[in-house]
């Protein structure tokens, strides 16, 4: 029973994870059909940001938390206006490859001016610490991931149905160009998409951070599969389907690694994406895949 | 209020309107009419600043052609445009209230919401509701209250009757001579033409991207000549 009740809770909070990281690929995607593969080095340099300030700055765990989101989103909306403004308008492939390029060059970044090994930050791992509830034994990181994703939803759920901007952001994924003809910048509308983006990356990276206690170039590339995964299950473009689409893969990736025998250990992940793919066949535009039809045309 | 002089309009290498010049004056509703493939939304894509023109586009003397659509949008052009395009994902009230997106009179967007739903009782009854689950009349009145949200100085109405039954389209062009009566400045692409001139002041008779007539309704409408070219069309 209670090896159930931790399993069920190591789902959620994997799920809870993917759904933070899904859902920064989704809300760039839902306003500028643009997949950003950067996304994962937003992640990336909210770890290295981590490194820098626990070791010239402070020791103090909230601080450092604090400046490792703003650097991602300071990260992530400085690479819409550099990098992704420019090619706006252009074809959904020239976005792709922009995306993959910026991704290639933060990572030679890193390599270069960084150091292509891991660096350790140990000043996070305090909050992985055990705590019994109802019996049951749970890492305190899987309470908080838990808890910031559901206030991260309910909080983008009530930006995005009570402010004008957040109807703005849910106009543009359907109509961009009639948002602009309402006046509504475009500008703003794609910054801050990619700001929630980037705050997103930021709360995803404490828990990353705080769970695998180092960085290096290649930090980001698996939460960026996940997210794009998730995405891709749940329906790409939706909101609803991000949360779900990482609900998903958090709870097929644990019930695989219960589930599995031993020796078959190293085969999870082939077995969650047989699944996976099982899940397109079914759907293939994702579970809640949005509408594409843009309002009535006649 | 608006004067277009010499307005060409390209969709890439193609030239869908050929110096055209024409002007709408304060208060005045002017139609733009003409068959399919005249050019009547290249036209009102332009003035919008969706669509790559050349010639001058002057909104009360302001040449408009370094500024941005959503500049032109703050200087006071509010479209209704072809097809309506409604955000159909979202509710009736927030597609309004995307409309008057712009306005610094925070608390007076909501009064106008509320009028509008006093103005258009089906609206309201159908607040919540997604803008896309509206019929084609109900989404027309929600396109043109979206784009008076805004409080522009000039009205662009791309083809208001199109697919509409025709009790429905009396409704509409009821709705825009009241517009005209209170004194919205409007500019109307209609191929209704008929129906159109009978609120309009002036009209313009657009054919292959050029200009083949002008003139007041009566002019336009007098002439049998054209009259019957009108309402070939219409
Ligand atoms: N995006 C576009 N790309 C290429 N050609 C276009 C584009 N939009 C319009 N055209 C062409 O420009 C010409 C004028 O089209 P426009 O849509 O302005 O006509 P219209 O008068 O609004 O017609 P309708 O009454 O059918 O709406 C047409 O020949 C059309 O094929
Ligand atoms: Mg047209």
């Known amino acids: ?298 | 209020m608006l004067d277009i002089q010499n307005l060409r309009v390209f969709h890439g290498p193609i030239e869908a309107v050929h110096g055209i010049s024409l002007s709408v004056g304060t208060g005045q509703c002017v139609a733009l009419l003409g068959p399919n493939g005249a050019g009547k939304t290249s036209t009102i894509s332009a003035i919008c600043g969706i669509a790559q023109a050349s010639g001058t586009i002057a909104l009360e003397g302001a040449d408009l052609a370094k500024v941005t659509v959503e500049d032109r949008i703050g200087r006071g052009i509010a479209v209704s445009p072809e097809g309506r395009r409604i955000f159909s994902n979202l509710s009736v009230e927030a597609n309004l209230r995307i409309g008057g997106g712009i306005r610094a009179d925070r608390e007076n967007v909501r009064a106008d919401i509320e009028r509008w739903f006093d103005t258009f009782p089906i609206l309201g009854e159908r607040r919540a509701q997604p803008g896309g689950t509206l019929s084609g009349g109900e989404q027309q009145m929600l396109a043109i209250a979206r784009a008076l949200m805004s409080k522009p100085k000039i009205l662009l109405l791309d083809e208001p009757s199109l697919g509409l039954a025709p009790r429905i389209v009396a409704q509409v062009f009821q709705m825009i001579s009241t517009l005209r009566a209170e004194g919205m400045t409007i500019l109307l692409v209609e191929q209704n033409a008929r129906q159109a001139l009978q609120i309009s002041d002036y009209g313009y008779l657009l054919n292959n991207g050029r200009i083949q007539a002008e003139g007041t309704a009566e002019e336009l409408g007098g002439s049998k000549d054209m009259m019957a070219k009108l309402t070939g069309l219409g």
Request: charged share 10%.
């Open chain 1, 1 to 298: 029973m209670d090896y159930a009740a931790q399993q069920i809770i190591n789902a959620l909070s994997f799920g809870a994870e993917y759904a933070l990281l899904a859902l920064g690929l989704a809300i760039v995607f839902s306003v500028m059909g643009l997949v950003n593969f950067a996304h994962g080095e937003v992640i990336a340099v909210g770890g290295y940001t981590m490194v820098a300030f626990a070791a010239l700055v402070t020791a103090n765990p909230l601080i450092i938390i604090v400046g490792a989101v703003a650097a991602t989103a300071l990260t992530s909306v400085a690479l819409e206006r550099v990098a992704f403004r420019p090619v706006r308008y252009a074809d959904p492939t020239t976005g792709l490859l922009t995306a993959f390029g910026v991704s290639i060059v933060l990572q030679n970044l890193f390599l270069l001016f960084i150091s292509p090994r891991p660096i350790a930050v140990t000043s996070l791992y305090f909050l992985d610490a055990p705590v019994m509830v109802f019996g049951v034994q749970i890492s305190s990181l899987q309470i908080f991931e838990s808890v910031t994703t559901v206030v991260v939803i309910i909080g983008l759920v009530l930006f995005l149905q009570r402010t004008t901007l957040g109807l703005a952001m849910r106009a543009a994924s359907l109509d961009f160009e009639m948002v602009r003809l309402t006046g509504i910048r475009a500008n703003r509308v794609f910054a801050l998409a990619f700001l929630i983006s980037g705050l997103l990356a930021g709360l995803a990276c404490i828990f990353i951070m705080a769970r695998r206690g180092s960085v290096d170039p290649h930090f980001g590339f698996n939460p960026v599969l996940k997210a794009f995964v998730a995405c891709v299950v749940g329906g790409f473009g939706s909101l609803p389907g991000a949360v779900l689409g990482g609900f998903l893969l958090g709870a097929v990736e644990v019930a695989m690694l219960v589930l599995l025998p031993q020796e078959y250990g190293g085969l999870k992940d082939a077995f969650v994406f047989g699944i996976i793919a099982l899940v397109l066949v079914w759907r293939p535009d994702g579970i809640l895949s949005p509408a594409k039809e843009k309002g009535d045309k006649l």
